[in-house]
């Protein structure tokens, strides 16, 4: 069965600090890889896509992947107060296109 | 680019009634959707995968015969709970695969049987 772990947390950063997101997933087939942000009662919106090995950069965040070691970061620069929210990390492959996701990490960012 | 339309955005309904829950895709054509159930404090759960003209495929554990799925059009899926309990109640999300935008969630639908 496809697994993927987060840190449930909570984090908690102070407002301008980085805040670094952990994902690790069990199947070594995985292709795609993704950070989803969801607010309470809302669904996830889409924050950084990865399919290769390195990091890949948008705006305030940074996604990291790791395919050897099987593991998946999202750091988020200059943590602003609405940034407080939980990240899921979501993972794919192969033609079915399904997504595991993780339980999400809880993010407070204090002002 | 790339939004799902989902209705309702919240439904209560008595137990032992069916509720109907909608996603269009508004500006690509979705062949496949996904939908999702997550409950309080957890994470999405896949519940099914739905295909244009075909059979859903539904997840382990997951009662066919419970949740109905229809996906008569490449634009349009929906997902039936019939006879629902309160176990039932939880929070309904639907996902489609848009190309190279990667997958796009409909706002979800909060369900609470009474």
């Known amino acids: 069965q496809k697994e993927v772990e987060q840190n449930s947390g909570p984090l908690s950063v102070p407002e301008g600090a980085i805040a670094s997101l952990n994902c690790t997933y069990s199947?070594?087939?995985?292709?795609?890889f993704f950070w989803y942000r969801q607010y309470s009662g809302k669904s996830p919106e889409l924050i950084m896509s990865?399919?290769?090995?390195g990091d890949k950069e948008d705006g305030r965040f940074t996604a990291q992947l790791n395919k050897a070691s099987q593991y998946v970061s999202l750091l988020i620069r200059d943590s602003q107060p609405s940034d407080s929210a939980t990240y899921l990390c979501a993972v794919g492959g192969g033609s079915n296109y399904k997504l595991t996701f993780g339980k999400g990490t809880l993010l407070t960012v204090n002002p | 680019g790339a939004v799902v339309s989902q209705h309702p955005s919240r439904v209560i309904c008595k137990s032992g009634t069916s509720v109907k829950i909608e996603c269009r895709s508004l500006?690509?054509?979705?062949?496949?959707m996904f939908w999702y159930r997550q409950f309080p404090k957890q994470s999405l759960m896949l519940m099914a995968t739905?295909?244009?003209?075909?059979?859903?495929?539904?997840e382990q554990g997951v009662e066919k015969d419970k949740f109905l799925i229809n996906h008569a059009s490449l634009t349009l899926s929906t997902l039936t709970v019939t006879s629902a309990h309160p176990e039932d109640s939880s929070f309904y999300i639907c996902s489609a695969r848009a190309g190279e935008k990667g997958y796009t969630f409909g706002s979800g639908t909060r369900l609470t049987v009474v």
């Open positions: 990865i399919y290769s090995n």
């Open positions: 739905s295909n244009e003209g075909s059979k859903a495929t539904y």
């Open positions: 500006d690509f054509q979705a062949t496949t």
């Open positions: 199947d070594r087939g995985s292709q795609s």
